[in-house]
C-alpha cells in the first residue's frame, strides 16, 4: 500500500501563485507515475498534471500548461504542483494521484491506483 499526503492549498488572489506538494510513503515501486487531479462539486475528476518517476517526462491539461509546473524528486519520493497566474477557474480540491507503473494513459482517474485526501485551493477575483 501507497499513501499519499498532499499540502500547500490555500486562499489567494487571481494571479497569485501557489505550490502544492505530495509525499508518497509505505510499498513503492519503480516505474511509477504520478501527478495531480482536481474535483469541483458536482463534477468529474479532472486531470490536470502528471510525470512519469524515472523518465521525467510531463502531462497537462490543456487549460493549465502554459501556467503550471509538475516536477518531481525521486530520493524523497515527493512530486510538486508549481502553480502560477491562478484563476478562479482553479478553485477545487486538488488531489495527488500515483499508480506503479509509468506507461498507458495518463489523464484518466480510473487508471490511477492511489489517491491523497486532498489539498483546497481557492482562487478569489
Known amino acids: 500500500q501507497v499513501q499519499l499526503v498532499e499540502s500547500g492549498g490555500g486562499l489567494v488572489q487571481a494571479g497569485d501563485s501557489l505550490r502544492l506538494s505530495c509525499a508518497a510513503s509505505?510499498?513503492?515501486?519503480?516505474?511509477?507515475?504520478m501527478g495531480w487531479f482536481r474535483q469541483a462539486p458536482g463534477k468529474e475528476r479532472e486531470f490536470v498534471a502528471a510525470?512519469?518517476?524515472?523518465?521525467?517526462?510531463?502531462y497537462y491539461l490543456d487549460s493549465v500548461n502554459d501556467r503550471f509546473t509538475i516536477s518531481r524528486d525521486k530520493s524523497k519520493i515527493t512530486v510538486w504542483l508549481q502553480m502560477n497566474s491562478l484563476k478562479p477557474e482553479d478553485t477545487t480540491v486538488y488531489y495527488c494521484?500515483?499508480?506503479?507503473?509509468?506507461?498507458?494513459?495518463?489523464?484518466?482517474?480510473?487508471?490511477?491506483?492511489?489517491w491523497g485526501q486532498g489539498t483546497q485551493v481557492t482562487v478569489s477575483s
Open positions: 494521484i500515483a499508480r506503479n507503473r509509468d506507461t498507458g494513459r495518463f489523464s484518466v482517474a480510473g487508471d490511477y491506483e492511489y
Open positions: 509505505g510499498r513503492t515501486l519503480s516505474n511509477y507515475a
Open positions: 510525470v512519469r518517476w524515472n523518465g521525467g517526462v510531463t
